[in-house]
């Protein structure tokens, strides 16, 4: 009798542990079920989204409201479909902030401005870009702009200073440009990353304007100029044909076989993450200057384009996906992330952090930030077909098909079209 009481009594307690533990399991399901999910679709890959994952991975540990989900997918047109449509598939992603006047006037993106967020504190370009008709509809998380960098050792050998002025540009590009007897070129002075980078700096460069007014100004005749600076010094002494035969044979832009770290191309313009991934380059020697300017009033002439996180329309978690996005604009996650891409910070409190002092030639950029002569393409609802127009224009330039005053009036014909 004792056994069986005391089974039973046993049994009881037994019953009882489940049902507590049976009523915990519930409480911490429905404890689970409190949280958010929301999803982070970014345009990053490779370093870059291993370091948005481990910020990520952070912010999901240090609340338990919201768990983000991050999902690499670097397809702009699809992001693009996903943003159009009733049903969108993401909360949150990234894009740049030439982009943001022609989405914020097709009503795809929510304004931000009841987020509460200072932006006293960002690079006052950065801000303009991503503010359309009085609204914020986008959050600067990393700026960008362009220097000339140089191969040291074959400005050396050829006995040639970094330029500082149009006319001593002209004359390295001259020196460092190598042809065998053939006339097949084996070393361009002056390559292009990015041929329309490259060419609106350019005429930046030289004066020019490209939104006079708010408008598309691609005649203005310092552009003009700013264009006809790298045909008449790059494409006419060679010919189209050979340049466009030696650019062909490049390996891929930022790999062991990128044709500057080659010493195929003997100075480029290019952005601030150069910084980072040429530090990586073993034994190879660079440098980073002001890009050389028509005039001293022009001195340290540049483009600044913007990195920026938006929030969907369609996203049906927008609160929830405003306070991570809020998280990624915080100062020590900015410098976070910017330090591991290489990126400049959108925040003016961050441009002299230490953080970014063992960047190579990182100090270039960061000055030429700080430079009235710094410009910003404008964020128009025109900005993405002008931009797309362009850079049309600028590849016939480059093939030898279309004159730059020939190409740049077709540009500013096709711009009446454009929605405003």
Request: hydrophobic letters at 40%.
């Amino acid at each position: 009798m004792m056994g069986i009481a005391r089974s039973r009594a046993g049994g009881a307690v037994v019953a009882t542990a489940l049902g507590v533990l049976m009523g915990f399991g519930a409480t911490l399901s429905a404890y689970a079920q409190e949280k958010t999910e929301i999803t982070f679709s970014y345009l990053w890959g490779g370093a870059e989204a291993k370091a948005l994952e481990e910020i990520i991975a952070d912010y999901n540990a240090s609340q338990d409201k919201i768990v983000v989900k991050g999902v690499s997918s670097p397809d702009t047109t699809k992001q693009l479909a996903s943003m159009s449509s009733s049903n969108g598939a993401f909360d949150i992603s990234d894009h740049f902030g030439s982009a943001v006047g022609s989405w914020a006037s097709k009503g795809i993106l929510a304004p931000l401005d009841d987020l509460g967020i200072d932006v006293a504190d960002f690079v006052p370009a950065a801000v303009s870009q991503v503010t359309y008709d009085g609204k914020l509809y986008s959050l600067p998380i990393a700026v960008h702009d362009y220097q000339l960098l140089y191969n040291k050792k074959l400005l050396a050998d050829a006995g040639v200073e970094p330029p500082k002025t149009m006319d001593e540009l002209a004359a390295a590009i001259k020196a460092l440009t190598k042809v065998d007897g053939d006339g097949n070129i084996t070393q361009l002075g002056l390559g292009s990353a990015y041929m329309p980078t490259t060419m609106v700096v350019l005429g930046y460069a030289f004066g020019g304007e490209w939104n006079a007014g708010g408008q598309p100004s691609p005649t203005d005749p310092n552009n003009i100029k700013g264009i006809n600076f790298y045909v008449d010094n790059v494409v006419k002494p060679y010919g189209a044909s050979a340049v466009n035969k030696f650019i062909a044979g490049f390996g891929p832009y930022m790999s062991p076989q990128d044709p500057f770290v080659q010493g195929k191309m003997a100075m480029v313009i290019d952005g601030e993450w150069r910084s980072a991934s040429l530090g990586s380059a073993e034994g190879f020697e660079w440098g980073a200057v002001s890009i050389p300017a028509a005039t001293p009033q022009l001195a340290d002439t540049t483009l600044v384009e913007v990195s920026t996180l938006f929030i969907p329309a369609n996203s049906k978690h927008k609160a929830e996906a405003g306070e991570f996005l809020k998280y990624l604009g915080s100062p020590d996650v900015m410098a976070k992330f910017t330090r591991a891409l290489g990126n400049l910070p959108a925040r003016t409190s961050l441009l002299g952090n230490d953080i970014y002092a063992d960047l190579p030639n990182y100090d270039a950029w960061l000055s030429s930030l700080k430079s009235p002569n710094a410009k910003s393409f404008s964020s128009a609802p025109y900005s993405a077909e002008y931009s797309a127009d362009l850079g049309s224009a600028f590849e016939a330039i480059a093939q030898g098909s279309q004159t730059a005053e020939d190409a740049m009036k077709g540009v500013a014909d096709r711009s009446g079209s454009y929605a405003q």
